[in-house]
């Protein structure tokens, strides 16, 4: 019969006796649990969680000292989240500047986001709104948005929405169409979902608001990875090289999609 954490063998008993093992660890008892539990809460930090508002609630609740420093800290802690969140906005891209806006403004850990679009095409549209409430939802990410054959030329409608997922001066991404991004239905928490997929933000979304009832991401025949993987002429290739120059990105990213 298995024993059950705790329990001992006789033959144990018998070694802790003449000395031969260790002696067995005592169990506490229900108060000295009781005692430490209650230990526990008194050490919890009641004001490491609030905020400057909250804080100033407290005025005649806490020492003003202790206040002072929790002030401080969190006024640090608020500008540098303000040093981080330093886009919010959805900015725009053409050829000429792609380099510096976004390959190399992805250098150092930043990630970079570019939609490329046409104002005529249906499924940009339902991207075009969420894309824009997740950029002011995620400062510290770069949102950017350029006409697909401003920054390639001929670059297919039917491609479109096509996105570039830049982070450390590579393009690590790239997602085409709207299904990823759950069609029509598509959201801002869709956007938000997707790019927590793969580290470009964190989300504290719980389930993944693509599989709704009725969402084209429910169709059992769906991409996993929102790109057509089913012939190696589909693929753009942006790995050949470290980042475009705009002396390749025609030859880079004209290659018709299917």
Known sequence: MALCPGDTTQWDDIQRKLGNFAPKPKEPTRDEIEKKIVEACENIDQLEPCTLNELDKLEDDVEEDILASYRRKRIEELKAAKKTAKFGDVRHVDRS???????????????????????????????????????????AVKFMRGVASEIMPDFPDA????????????????????????????????????????????????DDPRTKPGSIWCRADRHSSGRDSDSEEEDIDVHSDRCFSSTRIGRQFGRHLA
């Not at 991404?173 to 997707?194: D, F, L, R």
């Open 97 to 139: 500047s792609f380099v510096e806006q976004v390959t190399d403004a992805s250098a150092n850990g930043q990630w970079v986001l570019v939609f490329l679009y046409v104002d005529s095409s249906t499924a940009c549209q339902y991207l075009m709104q969420p894309w824009a409430e997740a950029a002011r939802r995620f400062p």
């Open 159 to 206: 491609s479109t929405p096509f996105v570039l997922v830049y982070h450390n001066g590579e393009c690590e991404k790239q997602i085409k169409g709207i299904e990823e991004w759950g069609g029509a239905q598509c959201n801002v928490s869709c956007v938000e979902w997707v790019l927590s997929s793969f580290g470009a933000l964190e989300t504290e979304l719980e």
